[in-house]
Structures are given as C-alpha cells and as structure tokens.
T-cell receptor, first 114, second 111 residues
Framework: NAGVTQTPKFQVLKTGQSMTLQCAQDMNHNSMYWYRQDPGMGLRLIYYSASEGTTDKGEVPNGYNVSRLNKREFSLRLESAAPSQTSVYFC?????????????FGSGTRLTVV | GQSLEQPSEVTAVEGAIVQINCTYQTSGFYGLSWYQQHDGGAPTFLSYNALDGLEETGRFSSFLSRSDSYGYLLLQELQMKDSASYFCAENPRQAGTALIFGKGTTLSVSS
C-alpha cells in the first residue's frame, strides 16, 4: 500500500547509544517531517524538509540530526540517546509545504532510552 | 507567537453530537487542520479550513472564525469507533514552516 513506512517499529536504547530512524514515502511528496509525541504534549515538530536537499529545525531539534537522502527518504539520527528522548516518533509527508495539504503519517517508532 | 488550546477530554454517548473547540493566538496563519488518532495508531487527516465558515465531510464538520481566533470540529451521530484523540493544527504564515499541533482532545464515546 502506498504511504509512509517507518523502521524500526520498536527500539530500546541505552543512554549514550546512537541510532537512526528510517522513513520512506512512495507518494512522490516533496515535503517530509519528523514529530515526537509524548503523553499530554501532542505532536511536536523536530525537523522538516520542504524539498529534497533542504532541512530546517522545528520546535524541539536539540539532540537530533536529519538527512534528506533523496526525495523518498528522510532519516532522523540520535547521536547520544538520553532518557528524555523516550517517545513515539512519527514521520510524515505532504505534496508540498503548502497551506491545505493533509499530512500522511507513518505508523511510528516507539523508542525507549534506559 | 503560536499557541493552540483545546480541551484535554470530552465524553459523549453514541448517537450524540459533540463539538471540540480550538483557540489560537497565532499572529498570522494560513488555516486550521484537524487530525484523528486512535490509541496506538498514526494521526490521520480529517479536514482543513482556509477560509471562515463550515467545511462538511460526512459526519464530521469543521469551522473557522478568524475574527474570533477559534475553530471547532463537530462530530455528529457519534459511534464507538469515534473514540480517539483529535488534534487541531495550524499552518503558520511564516514562510517555509510546517504544521504546529495542539495538545489534543481525547474523545470517549460510550453506549
């Protein structure tokens, strides 16, 4: 099925470990996003990529890096994981960084840092 | 600045109508979106209001009033499957900015 695919679905890390969350979309969308979701906090924007070759910080970028590998793929990297990064991470995409495009979300990565 | 306020919880019974409000304080934005998220699932897009007024999509409608800095999502003929979290989100007017989400409203529908 067309959509946004995230891997892995679950991950447990030890404090200080690094990892990369993968995201790929097959809808030929230009724009892609990474959000984190914590209880009672809603969805908070970490980074986004308006188009291939560009990335920008969102509300909570500290501790993360991103790579827009190509039009399809947008990865999120935690260089040195901390317990505060325990969260559910969602990748999303949209046709453009436009005004009335609904975002399509992936199923999420549930990350626990111990 | 940008800030979206929604009630944290709403309860209703099957067949009823419920309205979830969203107020904002953004200095400028393009429009208001609504997303639904079932427990453990991904958010899914419901509707978007760029202009003042009501947008209807089946049992769901969304309303925007820029003069009052508020919008709402109206769910009619509630069903058990409508139990979920609902998020309003704004498209800021600042160039090149992604959606900013409210903290969400948990709707519980009982029989």
């Amino acid at each position: 099925n067309a959509g946004v695919t995230q891997t892995p679905k679950f991950q447990v890390l030890k404090t200080g470990q690094s990892m990369t969350l993968q995201c790929a979309q097959d809808m030929n969308h230009n724009s892609m996003y990474w959000y984190r979701q914590d209880p009672g906090m809603g969805l908070r924007l970490i980074y986004y990529s308006a188009s291939e070759g560009t990335t920008d910080k969102g509300e909570v970028p500290n501790g993360y890096n991103v790579s827009r590998l190509n039009k399809r793929e947008f990865s999120l990297r935690l260089e040195s994981a901390a317990p505060s990064q325990t969260s559910v991470y969602f990748c999303a995409s949209s046709p453009d960084l436009g005004r009335n495009y609904g975002y399509t979300f992936g199923s999420g990565t549930r990350l626990t840092v111990v | 600045g940008q800030s979206l306020e929604q009630p944290s919880e709403v309860t209703a019974v099957e067949g009823a109508i419920v309205q979830i409000n969203c107020t904002y304080q953004t200095s400028g934005f393009y429009g208001l979106s609504w997303y639904q998220q079932h427990d453990g699932g991904a958010p899914t897009f419901l509707s978007y209001n760029a202009l003042d007024g009501l947008e209807e999509t089946g049992r769901f409608s969304s309303f925007l009033s820029r003069s009052d800095s508020y919008g709402y999502l109206l769910l009619q003929e509630l069903q058990m499957k409508d139990s979920a979290s609902y998020f309003c989100a704004e498209n800021p007017r600042q160039a090149g900015t992604a959606l900013i989400f409210g903290k969400g409203t948990t709707l519980s529908v009982s029989s």
